[in-house]
């Protein structure tokens, strides 16, 4: 019997970009303003009237081979036997190593913690046994989640019988995010590449 | 990208990790090390007219290696667990490389100080050879710091480590010209018109010894852009920030233009024989290596990841 690995795939067929999944994780984690651990990207594509909104919702990938994990220098970032990146909070020093390694974005300093925190597939919630509060909430039911290497879970048999893709594959990182049909310009890093268009510049400066 | 109109109407991104302490630190633990090798080849070399070069370096190596991790724990959010370091260290992060050589290091460098001072030359030549690794890995591996933090194409090159150090060589011994500058003018008076020539004599060359060192760092500069130009979309993209982008006034205007090319001029050009044109030019070195690592720190972070 092989280990536990969660995996989330998400169906952007179904996805109708309603921001529920960001408000559940703010709720179910009390994810302070300014920051989030889950959120919804949207982008516009085309002139009117042949146009289309593409959505992205974002969360940690809770990658097999974290970089975060690997570079953490206190072990504070560690990695479960079921796959979850997981932060202790009594260790991290707030160093924010593992925000400048991540590829995805999807790591912040909790302002009110002064800690470094992210999505743990709702952890707490999967060890009771119940689904993430964002999948939980999902009216589409656009969020599958579950044990990927139990061939029986939908997870698995969605996987198996879907054509998925990951983000950023080059990164070498092995995200356990996988999206069905989802757009290419709204995976891929569009708003340096609107910038540098339409600005001339490549980006504008956030501190 | 050749898709048309394309709006962003929502994303999330999240602050900069890495604020100006990071790149100051790099800036301190670079002139530690740079002054650190300078003064062992002082003291290898064993000459007399090199002695007080020899004592100025040995001091400010673990000065200023004090000041540096200063600015590592007031960056840190919690600056109260910075022993979690020591205790709950990863041997796959180089920040924990980075604690521990950051404790050994300026003790080395305190009692290898002790030794010059108290004119103990075979003890002080020893520890010096031993230092030297210390001190190259000390600063070395900062560059390992950006370079495996895979997610920022601008650091996630080979030639980063090799560029902080031989970025750190020019400025710290840019630091040394100017200390030694100043004493030769206001602190030496005592000295005969013969140990102030040679005094001169020596400062010249050590600048000279610094032309030749940025002219290397611009080789690695160089084929290090090269490389990210030809390199994937992210590197490109971070190619170009730094050369055309916005940080290009600091990186072509200060760091390369002011910070390398003039101060190279005025060290092997008409002025080589000026004091005051070199203390200028070891100035200047200075600010350019702190606005290299300015464009460095900041600059590999703003480059929006999604």
Redesign the interface.
């Given at each position: 019997m092989a280990n536990k690995r969660y995996a989330m795939v998400i169906d952007m067929r179904r996805c109708i970009g309603c921001h529920a999944c960001t408000v559940a994780c703010k709720a179910e984690m009390a994810v302070p303003l300014e920051?989030?651990a889950t959120?919804?990207?949207?982008?516009?594509?085309?002139?009117y009237p042949d146009?289309r909104?593409y959505y992205l919702p974002?969360m940690c990938n809770n990658c097999t081979d974290a970089?975060c994990a690997?570079?953490?220098?206190?072990?504070?970032t560690y990695k479960r036997d079921d796959g979850i990146v997981m932060v202790d909070q009594h260790?991290?020093?707030?160093?924010?190593?593992c925000?400048?390694?991540?590829?995805?974005?999807t790591?912040?300093?909790n302002p009110l913690k002064?800690?470094?925190q992210k999505c743990y597939f709702c952890s707490h919630r999967v060890d009771a046994g119940l689904q993430p509060a964002c999948v939980e909430t999902c009216p589409t039911k656009a969020m599958i989640f579950g044990d990927k290497n139990d061939t029986k879970s939908e997870v698995a048999q969605v996987l198996a019988t879907n054509a998925t893709v990951v983000l950023k594959k080059?990164?070498q990182t092995n995200p356990q995010v996988f999206y069905i049909s989802a757009d290419e310009?709204v995976m891929s890093?569009?708003?340096?590449?609107?910038?540098?268009?339409t600005e001339g510049?490549?980006?504008k400066?956030?501190? | 990208m050749e898709n048309g109109d394309v709006n962003v109407i929502y994303s999330v991104q999240h602050q900069l990790p890495l604020v100006m302490y990071i790149g100051q630190y790099f800036f301190f633990t670079g002139l530690s090390a740079g002054s650190f090798v300078i003064s062992v080849i002082a003291t290898l070399l064993g000459r007399k007219e090199f002695k007080p070069i020899g004592k100025i370096t040995a001091i400010l190596a673990p000065a200023l290696l004090i000041i540096a991790p200063i600015n590592l724990i007031a960056d840190l959010e919690q600056p109260l667990r910075f022993w979690h370091l020591f205790l709950y260290y990863n041997w796959t992060s180089p920040i924990t490389y980075g604690s521990f050589l950051l404790t050994a290091y300026p003790i080395m460098g305190i009692i290898y100080a002790i030794m010059v001072y108290t004119d103990r030359q075979k003890a002080a030549k020893v520890l010096g050879i031993l230092g030297i690794p210390l001190a190259i890995s000390v600063h070395g591996y900062t560059g390992f710091i950006l370079a495996l933090a895979k997610a920022r194409a601008l650091w996630n090159t080979a030639a980063m480590p090799t560029i902080f150090l031989v970025s750190a060589m020019v400025s710290g011994i840019g630091l040394v010209v100017i200390i030694a500058a100043v004493r030769w003018k206001w602190f030496d008076k005592k000295a005969t018109p013969e140990t102030r020539d040679q005094d001169k004599k020596l400062i010249l060359q050590l600048a000279t010894f610094m032309a030749y060192i940025i002219m290397l760092d611009l080789f690695l500069i160089l084929s290090d852009i090269l490389v990210l130009l030809t390199a994937h979309s992210d590197a490109y993209e971070a190619g170009m920030l730094i050369l055309t982008g916005n940080f290009a006034p600091l990186f072509v205007g200060v760091e390369i233009i002011l910070g390398s090319i003039i101060p190279m001029i005025l060290v092997l050009g008409p002025t080589r024989k000026n004091m005051t044109a070199i203390v200028v030019a070891s100035i200047l070195v200075n600010i350019g290596v702190y606005a290299m690592r300015f464009v460095m720190v900041i600059g590999g972070q703003t480059i929006p990841l999604s």
């Open positions: 920051v989030n959120w919804l990207k949207i982008i516009e594509k085309g002139t146009t909104r974002r970089i690997r570079n953490c220098p206190t072990k504070a260790r991290c020093i707030g160093c924010k190593y925000i400048a390694s991540c590829p995805y974005d790591r912040y300093v002064n800690i470094v080059e990164m310009t890093n569009v708003e340096k590449d609107i910038n540098y268009r510049t490549l980006i400066i956030r501190i | -």
